[in-house]
């Protein structure tokens, strides 16, 4: 079976929403300086880099993570969407028409905006998720347990009141995935 790494790793530049500095990455103890060992300690927002949103991001009474079972994260039929975005453009139903496998349980959107990753633009004027799309996906892909992609946020930075109505409308999840490009 083939695997595919779909995330960058985690460094100080790592960009966040809203162009923050949401990770950082300190050295506690070092065998270099005298410590018996390596430690480190990573502190970093839940909303940075690779990660899941679940329904309760944005609505109280939704899912966390922690309620999600291991298996719930197992997919079986996944499913690649190349999808030719613009800056701040919100991606649609159209995108999606009569190209959806029926049986799909995750979809990545694949965008390229990755590519700008170390830029001002891919938080400033990256493309969103319109917010329509979650309840059709919901409504016509009952198979389907989450969707990925290779932006920032569900929310393009340009569409914030869009973006959040977005997010009140997950499909079950969106996994803000980075795909890259390059090996680092």
């Given amino acids: 079976m083939k695997s595919v790494f779909l995330s960058h790793f985690y460094k100080s530049s ?7 500095k949401d990770f950082e990455l300190k050295t506690v103890k070092s065998i270099a300086t005298g410590s018996s060992c390596n430690q480190k300690l990573i502190v970093m927002s ?3 880099g690779t990660h899941i949103d679940c329904p309760k991001h944005f609505d109280e009474q939704g899912r966390s993570l922690s309620s ?5 994260w197992i997919f079986s039929s996944v499913q690649l969407i190349n999808i030719k975005v613009d ?7 159209s995108h999606f028409l009569e190209v959806i496998n ?14 700008y990753r ?8 990256n493309p969103g998720i319109h917010p329509e799309v979650g309840s ?15 932006f920032i946020s569900v929310t393009s930075y340009l569409h914030r009141e869009a973006g959040r ?3 009140r409308q997950p499909p079950v999840s969106y996994t803000h995935l980075t795909l890259p490009t390059t090996p680092y």
């Fill in 46 to 48: 839940n909303h940075v």
């Fill in 165 to 167: 109505e977005a997010h």
């Fill in 68 to 72: 999600y079972s291991a298996q719930d």
């Fill in 87 to 93: 800056e701040g453009q919100l991606i649609g139903i």
């Fill in 14 to 20: 790592t960009p966040g929403f809203s162009g923050n």
């Fill in 136 to 150: 059709y996906l919901r409504k016509n892909f009952p198979k389907l347990k989450g969707i990925g992609f290779d």
């Fill in 118 to 125: 170390s830029q001002e633009k891919y938080w400033s004027k």
């Fill in 102 to 115: 029926e049986n799909a349980d995750f979809l990545i959107l694949k965008t390229g905006f990755e590519a």
